[in-house]
T-cell receptor
Framework: NAGVTQTPKFRILKIGQSMTLQCTQD?????MYWYRQDPGMGLKLIYY???????DKGEVPNGYNVSRSTTEDFPLRLELAAPSQTSVYFC???????????FGPGTRLTVT | GESVGLHLPTLSVQEGDNSIINCAYS??????FIWYKQESGKGPQFIID?????DKRQGQRVTVLLNKTVKHLSLQIAATQPGDSAVYFC???????????FGTGTRLQVFP
């Protein structure tokens, strides 16, 4: 199993541009999560999903959108990039609840 | 409100010594706690968890202690090794929510 994969690894965006961060898991997990991690800080939950077709907001959802059309994929969309969205983004998945989550390697995003 | 925090931002220990990383939480309704380890440039990795009906749980070289009276959680690492150098996060789940709330993190530095 590849586990949780994220693409791209790095990206630089200009203010106002849009992009989609991709996340795929091959463990047949129901639960998937998107977090952001600012330098020297903990992880903040952006959005999560408990199954295909179901998504919900986390602590910091403003400026982001998600969809969950399949069990495997959980893309995160930034519509109008802002410097405040400069961060490292982690995707995670878990099987039956939010406990033991498996994290991807992260996407480092810079907005200038 | 819901919050998880850590007492020490950086902990330096000598190789072979035991390490103790502390965490305070504020929500008495929290009933599940998890410790994650994050190495530089990687996503967090699950270490050990504990439910609120327990006060101690042991894994391989790690022990988690939970004191619900003072809302305190600790992670003990026995015979600390250079490979233990990382940032350690405690996280909590409140009630039946589907979300993990992460603390800020403690950096563990192991020196020879």
């Amino acid at each position: 199993n590849a586990g949780v994969t994220q693409t791209p690894k790095f990206r630089i965006l200009k203010i106002g541009q849009s992009m989609t961060l991709q996340c795929t898991q091959d463990m047949n997990h129901n639960y998937m999560y998107w977090y952001r991690q600012d330098p020297g800080m903990g992880l903040k939950l952006i959005y999560y999903s408990v199954g295909a077709g179901i998504t919900d907001k986390g602590e910091v959802p403003n400026g982001y959108n998600v969809s969950r059309s399949t069990t495997e994929d959980f893309p995160l969309r930034l519509e109008l990039a802002a410097p405040s969205q400069t961060s490292v983004y982690f995707c995670a998945s878990s099987y039956g609840g939010p406990g033991e989550q498996y994290f991807g390697p992260g996407t480092r995003l810079t907005v200038t | 409100g819901e919050s998880v925090g850590l007492h020490l931002p950086t902990l330096s220990v000598q190789e072979g010594d035991n390490s103790i990383i502390n965490c305070a939480y504020s929500n008495s309704a929290s009933d599940y706690f998890i410790w994650y380890k994050q190495e530089s440039g990687k996503g967090p990795q699950f270490i050990i968890d504990i439910r609120s009906n327990m006060d101690k749980r042991q894994g391989q070289r790690v022990t988690v202690l939970l004191n619900k009276t003072v809302k305190h959680l600790s992670l003990q690492i026995a015979a600390t090794q250079p490979g233990d150098s990382a940032v350690y996060f405690c996280a909590e789940i409140v009630g039946n929510t589907d979300k993990l709330i992460f603390g800020t993190g403690t950096r563990l530095q192991v020196f020879p």
